[in-house]
């Protein structure tokens, strides 16, 4: 049927539109979810070697401190310094050289430690945006997938109205068209009678008065016979 063909046709192309704009949007999104996943990525390496400086054991830590090449530069450089000064006040092999160096030590890796941290608060942040966009991104595709199915099913659901609707006007209209029909060909068949039944009365009526006006010219042209017979029997 030319509606329905109509209607299926047009459905193809909303249909084909929205799949279009679903993969195009699917592929941006899909983009910006591998920006964030480098991000998250870049991030999580700082993240592990904050949780090595924070969360481990006091020689966890330590073993931490003096894996960075900036603890051990600072470790030997003031170790030297040290060293130096108490040679040149002559007590370079007192018992307080030692304990100024466990001091120096103990000191340097506080502040290396404290130093450390602040360092990594940065891929911390990094770590947090790249998950929290990756987070964003899985939300924004699975609405967006939502929305598109939605549509879809719309469209569809739609058309499939559309097409009982034209189906159930033809056939109120065929159903209309039969009723008129059949009241058109009782209306005719009416009309045939009646014509029949006037044809059929008004011919017994003109018979009836022929009949009539032959009785009643023959009465009177009977008459002068008898006068006829009248006149004959004077003679």
Known sequence: MWGTDLLQGNEGRVLGE????????QGFLGQAGGLYGGMAAQGQQGLDQYKNLTLG???DIQRQLEGTGGYQFNLGQGLQALQRTRAAQG????????????TFASGLA????????????PYLSMYQ????????TLGAQAGLA????????????NTTKSIVGLGTEALKAGDQAKSQNQANMMNAGMGLAKL???AATGGMGGGFMNLGG??????TGGMPGMGFWSNFAGT
């Open 57 to 59: 054991s006091g020689e």
């Open 91 to 102: 007590m370079l092999n007192s018992g307080n050289t030692d304990t100024d160096a466990m």
């Open 129 to 136: 945006q790249g998950t929290a966009g990756q987070g964003g």
């Open 18 to 25: 929205l799949g279009q704009g679903y993969d195009a949007a």
């Open 196 to 198: 029949g039944l006037s």
């Open 110 to 121: 506080g502040n290396t430690l404290n130093s450390e941290r602040q360092a990594l608060l």
């Open 214 to 219: 032959a009785a009643a010219g023959g009465a």
């Open 146 to 157: 939502t929305d598109y199915y939605g549509n879809r099913g719309s469209v569809m659901d």
